[in-house]
C-alpha cells in the first residue's frame, strides 16, 4: 500500500513533443504529490507539487493531473527541450510519513 | 538562503573500514533524511531525523546509523563497509511540518567507492 509505481522506465521523445511520465499510488491517504527531476551527478530537484484537491497544475513549460479516483497522477511537459533530458521521480506522501519515491522515468529529448 | 551541504563531495575506502558523511540542512528546516542511489535502483531512503529523533527508518541494516545535532545539522554512519555500499548518498532537507512538510531539498551527494 505504500508503493509508488512509476511507468515508463525510460522514455525518448522528440524535441517539440509532449513527454508523458505516469504514477500510480495505493494509499489513499497520501496528500502531497511532488515531482523532481535529476540531472547527472547531481541531486533530484522540486520541479512541481500538487494535492488531491486540485485536478492540474501548471508550472512553465510543466503540468501535472492528478486523478483521485483512479489513484494516478502524470507529467506533462509541453514543448520539450534537449534541455529536459533527465530522470524524473515522482513521490508521494502523508503528513509527517517520509516521500515514497517512484522507480524513476529516464527521458531523453532528441534535437 | 544556502542550500543544503553534503561533505565530502567524493570518497574512497576499502572493505571493512567505517565511514562518516555529513549534511548542512536549509536554515530552519528541521528535518534531514538520507538516500542511497546506486545505478537502475532510483532513490533507497534510509532514515530520517526530525529535532534529534529518527522519525522514519528505511530498511537498511545496522550498519547505517545516523544522528542529527541540535543546529540541525546530520551525519550519517555506515561500518564495516561492504563493496555494494558503493553509492551516492543524498542527504535532504526538508520543513519537517505542514503540508509540504517532506518537500525535500537536495545536496549534491557523497559518492562512495568501497574497493
Known amino acids: 500500500q505504500q508503493q509508488v509505481k512509476q511507468s515508463p522506465q525510460s522514455l525518448i521523445v522528440q524535441k517539440g513533443g509532449i513527454p508523458i511520465i505516469n504514477c500510480a499510488y495505493e494509499n489513499t491517504a497520501f496528500d502531497y504529490f511532488p515531482w523532481y527531476q535529476q540531472f547527472p551527478g547531481k541531486g533530484p530537484a522540486l520541479l512541481i507539487a500538487?494535492?488531491?484537491d486540485v485536478s492540474e497544475k501548471k508550472e512553465g513549460r510543466f503540468t501535472i493531473s492528478f486523478n483521485k479516483s483512479a489513484k494516478q497522477f502524470s507529467l506533462h511537459i509541453m514543448d520539450s527541450q534537449p534541455g529536459d533530458s533527465a530522470t524524473y521521480f515522482c513521490a508521494a506522501s502523508k503528513g509527517n510519513y517520509q516521500l515514497i519515491w517512484g522507480a524513476g522515468t529516464k527521458l531523453i529529448i532528441k534535437p | 538562503k544556502a542550500g543544503v551541504t553534503q561533505t565530502p563531495r567524493y570518497l574512497i575506502k576499502t572493505r571493512g573500514q567505517q565511514v562518516t558523511l555529513s549534511c548542512s540542512p536549509i536554515?530552519?528546516?528541521?528535518?534531514v533524511s538520507w538516500y542511497q542511489q546506486t545505478p537502475g535502483q532510483g532513490l533507497q531512503f534510509l532514515f530520517e531525523?526530525?529535532?534529534?529523533?529518527?522519525?522514519n527508518k528505511g530498511n537498511f541494516p545496522g550498519r547505517f546509523s545516523g544522528r542529527q545535532f541540535s543546529n540541525s545539522r546530520s551525519e550519517m554512519n555506515v561500518s564495516t563497509l561492504e563493496l555494494g555500499d558503493s553509492a551516492l548518498y543524498l542527504c535532504?532537507?526538508?520543513?519537517?511540518?505542514?503540508?509540504?512538510?517532506?518537500?525535500?531539498?537536495f545536496g549534491q551527494g557523497t559518492r562512495l567507492t568501497v574497493v
Open positions: 500538487i494535492r488531491p
Open positions: 531525523y526530525f529535532s534529534e529523533t529518527q522519525r
Open positions: 535532504a532537507s526538508s520543513p519537517g511540518t505542514g503540508w509540504s512538510g517532506t518537500e525535500a531539498f
Open positions: 536554515s530552519g528546516h528541521r528535518s
